[in-house]
C-alpha cells in the first residue's frame, strides 16, 4: 500500500551515455512536506536523477510514480503538469525581460487575445510577496545580484503551483544573511506541504534544513539516512572514505622570499591603498564580506582590470598595469571564481583547456606542437587525477571538481610562480576539496605562492598561513593562523572606512611577518 503522504518515488533508475554508466538502480522517494537532501560527489549522478525529474532526461529503465502512479516525463511540460518545478545552479532566466515576464514566460495570463500585463503584475507581486523579495514586478532581472535571482526562480516556481521543489546547489554563490532568508522561505514551503529535493555540499546546511538524506555514490542509491546524522558519517557514505582532515594545511616553518609584492593599490570607488606580499611557500587567504573588494584587486593584480595609482611586482620587478600577457610572463596565474564563464572554453576539450596557457611557447613557426601539447596535458591531468574518458572528453560534461582541476592545471603547465584562486572550492564536494587543498600543498612546497580568496571562512582559516582582511575596498587588518578565528575575522570584515585606515596602519608595522 502507497503512502498517502509520498509525491514521488524512483525506483531502479538506470542512465546510461556513451561509455559511462551515470545512475544504476538508484532509489529515492520525496514526501508532502519535507526536505530531503540528495548528497554526493559531483559526478556521482545527482545532476542526471534531477534532470530525469524535469524531464531533460529520460531513464533507461526503472518507474518514476507520482501518488503512487507510474509516469513518463518526456519533457518540462510533464513535468509542469505534474507540479514538479527545478532551480538549477545556473538560472534559467531571461536577463532582457522583466521579472514578471520571467515569472510567467510562456504562461502569460490574456484578456481579448492580448496579455493582460496589469493581472501579470500583480499576480507577479502577490509572488514575490510570498518569497520576501521586495521589488517592482516591472524591474529587468538584469539589474538583480544572485540573491534576489535565486528569489525570483522560487516565485517562478511557485507561480506553477509546484508541489516538488528540485534546488541545486541554491546557497552556492549566497552571503550567510541571504542563506538563512532562503533558509526561512523554504521552511515556510515546507509547511505549506511542499516536497523538497535540496541538493548542497555545505554539509552543516543538512541538519540545519533537512529530513532525511539520500547518498548516492559512483551512480548508486547507497544509503538513505536521517539528517542529523554526523558529518563524518556522511562524508564516509558519500566518497566510500574516511576524511581524517578536512583542512590539510603543511605550513612552512619559515617564508621564502617575497615572490608577490603589491605597494598602495588604489581604484576610485573600488579598492583603496591595499599592500600586501606573498612569500615563496605560503598561502595568504584573502577575506572579506561579499562586496568587499577582494576579487576586484585580484583582477587588478593579475592585469585583468585597471587601476589607478600603486604597483603590483614579481620578485622585485614591476608589471605595467592593466597587462594580463605581462602577469602571465612574470609567473602570475588566476583561477577566477566563475570557471565556466571565465576560466574554461566548456566545449573545448580537456587537452585543449589545459594547453591554453602555453599555447603561444608551444607555437614555433606558426605551428602548434599537437604532440608536445597532447604529451603534456596527459601528464598533468593524471598527475590531477582529472576523472574523465580521455584528454579528448569536452570539459563541459565533467563534474565541477574535475572542471576545476583543468581549470588550475593549466596553470601549473605554464609553471606560474603566483598562483591566486579565486572561491576555489565553490560547487565542490568534500572529496574534490581535500584534493585541491593536497595541491595547494603541494604548489607551496615547491615554492610557489599562493593567494585565497574564499567565502567560505572555515577554508580561509583552515588553509592560510596569514590572513587578510577587506572591509569596504580596503585591507582592515593582517591575521597570522594562530591568530585568526572567525570572530576576530568577522570584527575586522565589519568595519567602517573610519576604523580601517587605524587598523591597516598597524597591520602595516608587521607585513609580511
Do not use: C
Not at 518545478?85 to 521579472?99: G, K, S
Not at 558519517?233 to 617564508?255: A, F, H, K, N
Amino acid at each position: 500500500m502507497s503512502n498517502p503522504d509520498e509525491l514521488l518515488r524512483i525506483e531502479s533508475i538506470r542512465k546510461t551515455f556513451p561509455g559511462v554508466v551515470a545512475l544504476d538502480s538508484v532509489d529515492f522517494d520525496l514526501r508532502r512536506g519535507e526536505v530531503h537532501v540528495l548528497l554526493g560527489e559531483n559526478g556521482a549522478g545527482k545532476s542526471t536523477l534531477i534532470k530525469m525529474l524535469s524531464g531533460a532526461y529520460r531513464p533507461d529503465s526503472g518507474r518514476i510514480l507520482a501518488d503512487g502512479e507510474e509516469v513518463r516525463i518526456h519533457g518540462a511540460q510533464d513535468a509542469e503538469r505534474l507540479g514538479i518545478a527545478t532551480i538549477y545552479q545556473e538560472f534559467n532566466l531571461v536577463p532582457d525581460l522583466t521579472v514578471a515576464e520571467n515569472i510567467f514566460l510562456g504562461r502569460q495570463p490574456r484578456r481579448f487575445g492580448m496579455i493582460d500585463r496589469k493581472r501579470m503584475e500583480s499576480d507577479a507581486e502577490k509572488l514575490l510577496s510570498r518569497v520576501g523579495l521586495d521589488i517592482s514586478p516591472r524591474t529587468k532581472v538584469r539589474e538583480l545580484g544572485i540573491a534576489r535571482l535565486q528569489m525570483v526562480e522560487i516565485a517562478k516556481a511557485l507561480s506553477l503551483e509546484a508541489r516538488v521543489l528540485i534546488m541545486d546547489e541554491p546557497t552556492a554563490v549566497l552571503t550567510s544573511e541571504e542563506v538563512e532568508k532562503l533558509f526561512a522561505i523554504v521552511r515556510t514551503l515546507r509547511a505549506d506541504g511542499v516536497g523538497i529535493v535540496f541538493i548542497t555540499h555545505h554539509l552543516e546546511e543538512i541538519a540545519a534544513l533537512g529530513d532525511r538524506v539520500t547518498v548516492i555514490r559512483d551512480g548508486r542509491s547507497v544509503d538513505q539516512v536521517p539528517a542529523s546524522t554526523p558529518e563524518d558519517e556522511l562524508v564516509r557514505l558519500m566518497v566510500g572514505r574516511s576524511i581524517d582532515q578536512q583542512y590539510p594545511r603543511e605550513r612552512p616553518d619559515t617564508g621564502g622570499e617575497p615572490l608577490l609584492t603589491v605597494d598602495g593599490l588604489t581604484r576610485d570607488g573600488v579598492f583603496h591603498d591595499i599592500s600586501f606580499e606573498v612569500r615563496a611557500g605560503e598561502v595568504v587567504g584573502l577575506a572579506g564580506l561579499v562586496g568587499a573588494g577582494r576579487t576586484e584587486v585580484a583582477r587588478a593584480v593579475f592585469g585583468a582590470d585597471p587601476y589607478d595609482s600603486g604597483t603590483v611586482g614579481v620578485l622585485g620587478r614591476k608589471l605595467p598595469r592593466h597587462d594580463v600577457n605581462a602577469a602571465m610572463t612574470a609567473g602570475i596565474g588566476l583561477v577566477p571564481e566563475d570557471r565556466k564563464g571565465q576560466g574554461l572554453l566548456l566545449d573545448a576539450s580537456v587537452q585543449e583547456n589545459l594547453g591554453l596557457v602555453t599555447l603561444r611557447s608551444a607555437t614555433r613557426a606558426g605551428l602548434v606542437d599537437l604532440k608536445g601539447q597532447a604529451a603534456a596535458a596527459a601528464r598533468i591531468a593524471t598527475q590531477l587525477g582529472v576523472r574523465m574518458a580521455g584528454i579528448g572528453q569536452h570539459v563541459r560534461t565533467l563534474s565541477g571538481g574535475n572542471q576545476q582541476k583543468v581549470v588550475i592545471g593549466k596553470w601549473l603547465l605554464a609553471d606560474t610562480k603566483v598562483l591566486i584562486l579565486d572561491e576555489p572550492t565553490r560547487g565542490i564536494d568534500v572529496g574534490a576539496k581535500v584534493e585541491i587543498y593536497q595541491l595547494i600543498n603541494e604548489l607551496t612546497a615547491s615554492g610557489h605562492a599562493v593567494l585565497m580568496i574564499s567565502s567560505d571562512l572555515p577554508e580561509v582559516l583552515g588553509m592560510s598561513d596569514r590572513v587578510l582582511v577587506m572591509a569596504q575596498g580596503r585591507i582592515a587588518g593582517e591575521l597570522p593562523a594562530d591568530e585568526a578565528t572567525q570572530d576576530a575575522v568577522m570584527a575586522l570584515a565589519v568595519t567602517t572606512n573610519s576604523t580601517t585606515d587605524t587598523a591597516a596602519k598597524e597591520a602595516g608595522d608587521h607585513r609580511g611577518h
